[in-house]
């Protein structure tokens, strides 16, 4: 089996191509704008953005995964969440139809549901609140669409949760990073459930569907369970690096207040800043998300959530 990944030098994108290449039937290559500082012998730089250079390059090709995608909660400008995560799929889609590919593998997010909403499964209403999670709705529309008139092609597409793990520089590193520093204020009451996946999990899962979801038109949520409170997780984190965390709790609007003062600073100084209004918002917020429909698709998650915790936390902090 010939697969293309596009967008694969990032943090879930690596470590797929390195379980991928595990098995001696696959033959993977990896299209991103930007190279690979691990399988750079697989990667062919292209942006998504052009067209022509996907026509070339998917040439041969039986499966396409498409990973590429702006993500960050500070991108600018915001034109370009729509540009990447939207007209990037109808790239892709272009692409693969001029090359006969029939075979793709969307990883879109759980923000198409939006913030507090409570435990949506795949069929919940959309509501996104961010560029992010329009973008990816809007790209889920895109290949929707573009289904009615091809239903003889195979489109799997799994909605992963905030995912972490070994070599992750978001939102949970820079949670756990503070921890580890002794530099964690706890904002709000930490009794929001916050749903995770961890990496190792989540490329398993997408590795899943590649062998074992050939066809039909197949949408996932995909979420370790048990969901953690913040709570939870930040006595699981001080337990493993045996930290003693401060019990301290600021108000959610003042935390929401230092935000906004952040997103000011960030705007004057021009300069991209780990806490923003945004990330204080999402920190506090329930992000629950029903897995029922993953979990009994014959799928077994390799690694527990608190197994996945601890990879993390001995890869990056000693422990």
Known sequence: MNIAIIGGSGFVGTQLITLLQQSGELHVKNIDKQNSKTHSGITTIANVLDLEALKTELSGFDVVILLAAEHRDDVTPTSLYYDVNVQGMRNTLAAMDYNGIKRIIFTSSVAVYGLDKPNPSEDSPKDPFNHYGISKWQ????????????????????????????G??????NLLSQIANGKFMMIGKGNNQKSMSYVGNIIAFIQFMLMEMKTGYNIYNYVDKPDFTTND?????????????????IPYWLGMLGGYGFDVLSFLTRKKLNISSVRVKKFCAVTKYDSTKAMGSGFVPPYSLEEGLRRMLKAEFGK
């Open 139 to 166: 790209a889920e529309q895109v290949l929707d669409e573009w289904s009615k008139g091809h239903q003889d092609w195979n489109i799997n597409i799994v909605r992963p949760t905030v995912i972490f793990g070994e």
């Open 233 to 249: 997780l930040v006595f699981h984190t001080g337990e493993i690096l045996g930290k003693q965390i401060p019990t301290t709790h």
């Open 168 to 173: 992750n520089r978001g939102n949970v590193f």
